[in-house]
């Protein structure tokens, strides 16, 4: 048994076919009605006439070729038009004339290729049939009541050629907006790319070159490797968690773990200490439990920033400080001596460049530059509850 709940999605399911054969149906069953006689449309002065032996199979060719209406347009509208004709040639003036106006709007709406030669074939056999029909009438009926008719019929016709452009503008929408989010999420995996690997693999670089001069100090040395050996592991970790993330298949699980807790700024820390950098460390407040991807930001805010000051003023001593507050999280990285003026801001929206992107597409700010002083800062600040 279905639910109310379910006949929806069962009734999309079923062939277009299946679903469009009701109405063909409804209009036949109405046209037997006798309060529906001649409730029909009527073309020309005619008068009505009762049903006979032929009319089930005129009315039928009317109403049932609607059940093809979207999966053979052109056939469809060819038999209602044919049964249309019939219906009032001999005067019928049936409900199921309706089914004429309707195959039209279908035509317009769904038929994809030839839509041209079939409106002047349309065009063309229309012309007969009124001629027919004013002889076989009294001639009363004026050209006029045919001309008007007839744009009827081609409004119903433009109805559905508008539904179509309708359906395929947003068609076009759709699939625009399907290519700007994947690019964008092409984009977002390309700058955590580029954090995890520029940080850890400029931590190796600058151990290993630590280790060509420790040669004579083994202790050290082992030491030196081992870190190098450790970044190494943490890099591939990163990655792999990257790579979990483009499976379609992660769970929830994968997700949760894609904001950085706080224990990982400390880890980063360590790391960067671990390479040659005094790193001062100081944190304030305590995280929100749902601050959106706003952790993960301030995380490679502070990640950039420690890679920066490795490559370009190692040995500095460097500061970073975060807070924690209710509605933002505030970072500030600070290095004594030389740093790097700013990241191109022509590059691909990596470095300095693309987390100032990163950030103000959260509604924060950001800014990296010289102090008096010489040194060179880092700093965010990040409203928390944006969605990642």
Not at 76 to 99: E, I, K, M, N, P
Not at 115 to 135: D, G, K, N
Not at 212 to 225: E, H, I, K, V
Request: net charge positive; glycine share 10%; charged share 20%.
């Amino acid at each position: 048994m279905i639910s109310p709940r379910q006949a929806p999605g069962w009734w999309q399911r079923l062939d277009v076919t299946v679903r469009d054969l009701p109405l063909g149906l409804l209009l036949l069953a109405g046209s037997f009605l006798p309060v529906l006689h001649d409730k029909g449309t009527q073309v020309g002065d005619l008068p009505t006439r009762p049903y006979d032996a032929p009319a089930l199979a005129v009315l039928a060719l009317e109403c049932l070729p609607l059940a093809v209406r979207r999966r053979w347009p052109a056939v469809s509208l060819a038999l209602v038009c044919l049964g249309f004709a019939v219906d009032q040639l001999r005067g019928y003036h049936s409900l199921a004339s309706t089914a004429l106006p309707i195959a039209l709007i279908s035509t317009g709406a769904h038929l994809e290729r030839h839509r041209r030669p079939a409106a002047l074939l349309f065009s063309a056999a229309y012309v007969p049939f009124a001629v027919a029909l004013h002889r076989l009438g009294s001639g009363g009926e004026k050209a006029s009541g045919f001309v008007t008719f007839y744009l009827a019929l081609v409004l119903a016709g433009g109805v559905g050629a508008w539904l179509r452009s309708t359906r395929a503008a947003e068609a076009d929408r759709r699939r625009r907006v399907a290519e700007d989010t994947r690019t964008a999420e092409r984009t977002r995996i390309a700058r955590e790319l580029h954090d995890v690997v520029t940080h850890h693999v400029t931590a190796m670089v600058v151990q290993a070159e630590a280790a060509r001069y420790l040669t004579a100090a083994p202790d050290r040395l082992d030491q030196t490797l081992t870190h190098v050996s450790d970044t190494g592991r943490r890099a591939i970790s990163d990655l792999r968690h990257l790579l979990d993330l483009l499976n379609p298949d992660h769970g929830a699980g994968a997700g949760a773990d894609r904001t950085p807790s706080a224990g990982r700024l400390r880890t980063l820390v360590e790391q960067t200490r671990r390479a040659g950098q005094p790193v001062e460390f100081a944190e304030e407040g305590t995280p929100a439990e749902s601050s959106g991807s706003a952790d993960l930001v301030a995380y490679r805010v502070v990640q950039e920033a420690l890679t920066n000051a490795l490559k370009y003023a190692h040995g500095s001593p460097t500061s970073v400080r975060v807070r924690y507050g209710e509605k933002e999280i505030s970072v500030k990285v600070g290095t004594d001596g030389s740093g790097p003026a700013t990241a191109s801001p022509g590059g691909s929206g990596r470095g300095l460049a693309g987390l100032r992107e990163r950030v103000a597409v959260l509604g924060g700010e950001f800014s990296a530059g010289r102090e008096a002083e010489g040194g060179f800062v880092v700093r965010a600040r990040i409203p928390v509850g944006n969605p990642a």
